[in-house]
């Protein structure tokens, strides 16, 4: 059961990597029309100012949100960027992409339960192994420092003898103060492990099976970690897809309204070589 549990955590791991990655490759694929459909486009400032006199001439009064609202058909890119970071999909949906908005919004749900799930069972499994240690090492392991559990995988016993805790404790102590035996017995007692903190394992099979129950609950927790930085990255995609897809309406608005000027051969022109004449166009 546990094993199952196991690899169906990592499937879900792995899908939710592989679906960021997705997303971010289409962000970046996506970038690359917009960028040509901009550089064929007629220039912004000469289209505004045809298709909207009063805000090409009155635009140095108005405020830089205001201005990117004009000229993106009404939506603003700081707040698609800042809804897709607030909530990735959510930049998305006040675009008007509606399928990539809930793309990011499953993505995010997906995550915020993984990273949930990650931390009940490192704390599951954290209890797990303090209870072992009690019981196999006789020791109170109860809200004790990193340092203590670390220290109970990496020793048999905390004292006496040659391999134990606080032997090291002590060559640490003797190094610190050669010729004074009181700073020396002060430092054991506080970094030494002794009275209620002493234990002693019973065998090498029961501290190996310790480590083994450590190893899993230190697992689940980076796991958590790792979710931490996929929501990071979800609303970082989830900003840039945004911010695109506000150019992308501003590119498809310019194409399809307002006037332009436009070179063109003029056929009526004397001479072998047609010459050229300026037209004002419109699309209907």
């Not at 399928?99 to 919004?105: E, G, H, L, M, V």
């Not at 927790?221 to 695109?244: E, H, P, Q, S, W």
């Amino acid at each position: 059961m546990k094993e199952s549990e196991g690899t169906t955590l990592k499937a879900l791991s792995r899908r939710l990597f592989v679906g960021l990655a997705v997303l971010a490759a289409v962000t970046a694929a996506g970038n690359a029309p917009a960028a040509s459909a901009r550089a064929i486009a007629p220039s912004p400032d000469l289209t505004l100012a045809f298709s909207d006199p009063a805000a090409a001439l009155g635009g140095t009064e108005g405020s830089g949100s205001q201005a990117d609202e004009a000229n993106d058909g009404g939506l603003s890119k700081s707040k698609a960027l800042l809804l897709s970071t607030a909530l990735p999909g959510a930049g998305q949906y006040y675009v008007g992409k509606t399928t990539r908005a809930k793309i990011f919004f499953v993505a995010e749900a997906a995550i915020w339960t993984s990273f949930v799930v990650f931390q009940v069972q490192g704390h599951l499994r954290k209890d797990s192994y303090i209870e072992y240690a009690e019981l196999a090492a006789g020791v109170d392991a109860e809200d004790k420092p990193e340092e203590f559990y670390r220290a109970m995988g990496q020793y048999m016993r905390s004292d006496p003898g040659p391999s134990s805790y606080n032997e090291d404790v002590r060559r640490e102590a003797r190094a610190l103060y050669p010729y004074d035996r009181e700073a020396q017995e002060r430092y054991l007692q506080e970094n030494g492990y002794v009275g209620e903190d002493a234990w002693e394992w019973q065998s090498e099979e029961d501290q190996a099976h310790y480590r083994s129950l450590r190893r899993k609950s230190l697992f689940s927790f980076d796991k958590a970690t790792y979710m931490l930085g996929l929501a990071v990255a979800n609303r970082v995609i989830a900003a840039m897809d945004a911010t695109r897809s506000v150019a992308q309406r501003s590119d498809e608005r310019r194409q399809s309204s307002g006037f332009r000027l436009e070179m063109r051969p003029n056929p009526g022109s004397p001479g072998s070589v047609p010459g050229m004449m300026l037209c004002l166009t419109r699309d209907f």
